[in-house]
């Protein structure tokens, strides 16, 4: 299984805050459990991006990031209610330091099966990748280490956002 789920519409203002974003998230949150049934659901208002690629990323040239959590799906929102900006979160994978360098919007979510995946989908060249080989062995670099027994196979369920408007922190 494989699916994209749209949060908000760039195109239309009102959908970055507001009713529709909140409508567009319990949508998304009503539909996973159907589609992913052994995944629970989890929010968190922030990306995580590495330091090494993070001036990319706010530059608006790496518009996907890819995550995961063994059993979980994680849906991104703010910390306000309406709000679909979320924290961006500079990290290392070596030190526990986190810096808070911006905001972005989370525009779309695609969830599916690691073999399920498009090796067309936008997400594997707008995370930084060249193919989908590569993107599963970054996940596996990135998270493997941190559920060492529940490391990435065919059958684990993986995330990627799309997102739009990233600010920088003044």
């Not at 049934?37 to 001036?55: F, K, L, M, Q, T």
């Not at 060249?130 to 529940?150: C, Q, T």
Request: charged share 30%.
């Amino acid at each position: 299984m494989f699916r994209e789920y749209p949060l908000i519409d760039p195109f239309i203002e009102e959908t970055k805050s507001g009713r529709k974003y909140a409508q567009a998230l319990q949508r998304a949150a009503a539909r996973l459990p159907i589609d992913f049934p052994h995944s629970s659901i989890e929010y968190e208002n922030e990306v995580r991006i590495r330091g090494e690629i993070i001036e990319d990323f706010l530059a608006g040239n790496l518009p996907w990031t890819v995550r995961y959590k063994p059993g979980v799906i994680r849906l991104l929102k703010g910390k306000a209610p309406l709000d679909s900006r979320v924290n961006v979160i500079q990290t290392s994978l070596f030190s526990p330091k986190r810096n808070l360098v911006g905001y972005v919007h989370s525009i779309k979510v695609a969830v599916g099966r690691v073999r399920d995946w498009s090796k067309d989908h936008p997400s594997i060249r707008g995370c930084g990748c060249k193919n989908k080989r590569e993107m599963i062995d970054l996940l596996k670099r990135l998270y493997d280490h941190s559920y060492p027994s529940n490391p990435i196979t065919d059958d684990s369920v993986i995330q990627a956002y799309e997102h739009l408007f990233p600010v920088r922190k003044k």
